[in-house]
């Protein structure tokens, strides 16, 4: 029972967010559905491998509110990543550490993780992120300021961009 998964849904002000979580830590987050169905859905789980633990999450579903409603705050949770190849790790880990409010280009990702020439890689890894704003990928634009691609579609990446005012491009 322990190695159960363990999800919620919860409506913030963007609309309904899902998080999915194993023991060894956070598996995979949505961005803002219109429904808490869809936020389930995305979340790629069938009903019998997981229970609904919205107790297990409050600390992050508030975080997430006060962030979706404009709110700056951090996200240091613990993840699982087990599923991630070593580059998509690497990418990760490296864009996990963008402050809030700036952006990076693909470019200097792909510099950071070691791999100068791997910036189309990094869009790749990005957009297989399975924990949209805990790993924030809207972060990373292309490096003439065009805002690139985003799983979540375009606007939503906007939206998060403004949301943190971003000022600093880089």
């Known amino acids: ?33 219109n429904s808490a169905e ?10 019998t491998q997981v229970t609904c633990y919205p ?6 579903t508030d975080r997430l509110q006060t962030y979706l409603s404009g709110g700056k705050t951090s996200f240091l949770d613990k993840l699982d990543l087990s599923a991630a190849t070593f580059f998509q790790r690497k990418v990760w880990e490296k864009t996990r550490l963008i402050p809030y409010g700036e952006t990076r280009s693909y470019q200097r990702v ?3 993780t ?4 791997a910036a189309r890689a990094v869009g ?5 992120n399975p924990l949209p704003i805990i790993i924030p990928c809207h972060r990373v634009i292309a ?4 805002l690139g691609g985003f799983s979540g579609g375009l606007e939503i990446k906007r939206r998060l961009l403004r949301l943190e005012a971003v000022t600093d491009s880089c």
Request: include cysteine; aromatic fraction near 8%; charge should be negative.
């Open 1 to 33: 029972m322990s190695d159960e998964l363990k999800y919620t849904t919860f409506k913030t002000a963007l609309g309904w967010v899902g998080i999915l979580a194993s023991p060894a830590g956070l598996l995979s987050t949505t961005l803002p559905q």
């Open 38 to 47: 869809e936020a389930y859905q995305l979340l790629g789980i069938n009903h």
């Open 55 to 60: 107790c297990l999450f409050e600390d992050l």
């Open 110 to 112: 792909a510099e950071q």
């Open 114 to 117: 070691g791999s100068p020439g």
């Open 124 to 128: 790749q890894a990005l957009g297989r």
């Open 143 to 146: 490096s003439d300021g065009r």
